[in-house]
């Protein structure tokens, strides 16, 4: 079983949407939680981390339910530029980083 | 500028043939850790280093070897390359292992193994 799961889309939206991700992990002592964007072959950049009383960030809101151990990531109108690769990201920490990715939902932004 | 270099960007081996990929970090960060990115598998960490001189394996290290002489480098080796380390490979930093830091990461080394 992946220690964090999320729908790998593809979403197809048009632009002014709202889109919702969800993301699963699957270790309950998991201790923090992120989202990152990944563009066409480009790297991983922090879009927000994830607090446990859920967070926003513009367009951009997080949450988490650790009791049902899932994280989820909505945009609200939507933009041409939201087109990316969502990842869902999870630190285990254990004395170290241990970072588990999700392998990510590509979202496209139509015009 | 803050950032994370890796070089080279792009390489086209042969199996067996020693190579090094490079990475440097000009944030002053003690954590530093390197990934391998397949369709399908997402990001899974090779190795990583919590400081000068300590390193320790991720989830995948078998075929790589890293080291951490000085606090801004952490080049990772690849002493007989093989087809099934033909991946993504990024390089990436954080100022402290744990907690809510943020991951920076390289551009990336795309590496093709015949």
């Known amino acids: 079983r992946k220690e964090v799961e999320q729908d790998p889309g593809p979403f197809n939206v048009p632009e002014g949407a709202t889109v919702a991700f969800n993301c699963t992990y699957s270790n309950s002592a998991s201790q923090s939680f992120f989202w990152y964007r990944q563009d066409c072959r480009k790297e991983p950049k922090l879009l927000m981390s994830v607090y446990s009383s859920g967070n926003e960030d513009g367009r951009f809101t997080a949450q988490l339910n650790r009791a049902s151990q899932y994280i989820s990531l909505l945009i609200r109108d939507s933009k041409l530029s939201d087109s990316a690769t969502y990842l869902c990201v999870v630190n285990l920490y254990t004395g170290a980083n241990n970072l588990f990715f999700g392998t990510g939902t590509r979202l496209t932004v139509i015009p | 500028e803050a950032q994370v270099t890796q070089n080279p960007r792009y390489l086209i081996t042969v199996t067996g043939k020693k190579l090094t990929v490079t990475c440097s970090q000009n944030m002053n960060h003690e954590y530093m850790s390197w990934y391998r990115q397949d369709p399908g598998l997402g990001l899974r960490q090779i190795y990583y280093?919590?400081?000068?001189?300590?390193?320790d394996k991720g989830d995948v290290p078998e075929g790589y070897k890293v080291s951490r002489k000085e606090k801004r480098n952490f080049p990772l080796i690849l002493e007989s390359p093989s087809p099934n380390q033909t991946s993504l490979y990024f390089c990436?930093?954080?100022?402290?292992?744990?907690?809510?830091?943020?991951?920076?990461f390289g551009p990336g080394t795309r590496l093709l193994v015949l």
């Open positions: 990436a930093s954080s100022k402290l292992a744990g907690g809510q830091e943020t991951q920076y």
């Open positions: 280093s919590m400081n000068v001189e300590a390193t």
